[in-house]
């Protein structure tokens, strides 16, 4: 068992660029979250997939923001056009589909947008 | 709606003396409770969870914590601080379809030597 992997682990953009994110799931695990966390703040929901199908997004997801799981396997977080703002670590993690069950988080990725 | 308050932003204990984390919950469904623990510069990793089992649930690293429905009440205990402890402690509650996690905003717990 690896655990859930993210990549990068650090990236600092100018603002308006657009950044993507990359996270890997345990592999027997058909649920996949986003969240994001803040300095000083616990992390916020941002959306859950379901093998492929994105089931529930956060109102904290703007039109900027799209994820992926093309395959129900890896996932993608896009930014587009940056904003200083989206400064924040972004979290991945991902359970079994069981009521209760355990999900397992990643390093993260912290985003710096200058 | 779900939410869980933490009511210590910062506790301050010294090493060998008890640990005491205090968080309150809300929650429209029959919750699942969790404490998560956050190092410096490292993952979330899970101390503990309830899921309607046993009211006293034991974790990890001697942590344990004891569910009370009618104080709706999840709090976060330790016999004894150890150096290592010192961390940022996350209450969580989960429930419906889904288990989105909704945090609390951490307890960061310091301990003296």
């Known amino acids: 068992d690896t655990g859930v992997s993210q990549d990068p682990r650090h990236k600092i953009t100018k603002r308006g660029q657009n950044v993507t994110f990359r996270c890997d799931p345990i592999?027997?695990?058909?649920?996949l979250y986003w969240y994001r966390q803040t300095l000083g703040q616990g992390p916020e929901f941002l959306t859950y997939?379901?093998?492929?199908?994105?089931?529930?997004k956060s109102r904290l997801l703007s039109d900027r923001f799209s994820a992926e799981r093309p395959k129900g396997s890896f996932s993608t977080l896009e930014i587009q056009r940056t904003e200083q703002g989206d400064s924040a670590m972004y979290l991945c993690a991902s359970s079994l589909a069981v009521q209760g069950d355990t999900q397992y988080f990643g390093p993260g990725t912290r985003l710096t947008v200058l | 709606a779900q939410s869980v308050t933490q009511l210590d932003s910062h506790v301050s204990v010294s090493e060998g003396t008890p640990v005491l984390l205090r968080c309150n919950y809300s929650?429209?469904?029959?919750?699942?409770l969790f404490w998560y623990v956050q190092h410096p510069n490292k993952g979330l990793q899970l101390l503990l969870k309830?899921?309607?089992?046993?009211?006293l649930v034991k974790g990890i690293n001697g942590f344990e914590a004891e569910f009370k429905k009618s104080e709706t009440s999840f709090h976060l205990t330790k016999p004894s601080a150890h150096m290592s402890d010192a961390a940022e402690y996350f209450c969580?509650?989960?429930?419906?379809?889904?288990?989105?996690?909704?945090f609390g905003t951490g307890t960061r717990l310091l301990v003296s030597p």
């Open positions: 592999s027997e695990h058909n649920r």
């Open positions: 929650s429209s469904y029959s919750p699942s």
């Open positions: 969580v509650v989960s429930g419906g379809g889904f288990q989105k996690l909704v």
């Open positions: 309830y899921t309607s089992a046993a009211t």
């Open positions: 997939f379901q093998n492929e199908a994105q089931l529930e």
